[in-house]
């Protein structure tokens, strides 16, 4: 037990909390249904471009109790932008709600990928209360291409508003299709038997069922012996091609009778 405190207190003197998204240290879109990724806006690589119409606002990070990490992008202006490398592994429609300030009902929000993996768009995000209350605005981003890329923000003419956070939730993404492939000896069934094609993320459940005089001996999945409760075993997601092999033997042996007779 020293030798395990002692490991994990070492690994969690080494963990450096986030200042950046970088290409090594990516922001990775969520991949299972229902599940939702934060994207904190101050992690962004900032690019400030100076025009005369910013005045004496530039682009910058600025604190405040409001957000959620305690920081928020501020001044993000005409041509300036922030941005986000990223993973996306799979393609489709993510739905994304920010949540910001501001004090122009002018103000928007505008996207883009560098190299078009992302489809552009802009919507509104404004308000007319001096910045004074925090607002959300929920739309929908395109994935065309999956793999690493970089989201950018750009300010538009009438600006951007102060921007807290991304919350990131697959709407209708391109899932790949995992087989399950059941085998079993004599002495029982199983259902579904052979293989089955099963949507990445979703549950399979297998029914076994022995024959009289017999009992289910042993279920490995994937080369490892599991445990079945009442004859059912259920894998909550599916993620990769999944072998499930179900042994049954008979609840007498031929030794367990010899030894009867002896």
Known sequence: LGEAKTAIETALAALVEREQYTTEDPFYFPNEKGVSVTLEAEFAQLHNVELASDGQWALCVA???WASHGEFINCLNQQDTISFPYVADRTGTYTVTATYRSG???NSLAWSEVDGKITSGTVSAGAGDSATATHTVTFDIEVTEAGAGTLVFTGPAKK???LDKLVITPKNIDYQTCNVTVTANEGGTVSPAGTTAVTEG????LTITPDAYYHVESVVVNG???TVTDN???LDSVT???TIEVTFAPDVTRDDLQALVD
Do not use: G, I, L, R
Request: no cysteine; hydrophobic share 15%.
């Open 104 to 106: 122009d009902t002018n």
């Open 160 to 162: 951007s508003p102060q």
């Open 202 to 205: 979703e549950s399979f459940t």
């Open 240 to 242: 990769s091609e999944t």
């Open 224 to 226: 490892e012996t599991v």
């Open 63 to 65: 604190e405040a109790d």
């Open 232 to 234: 059912t075993y259920t």
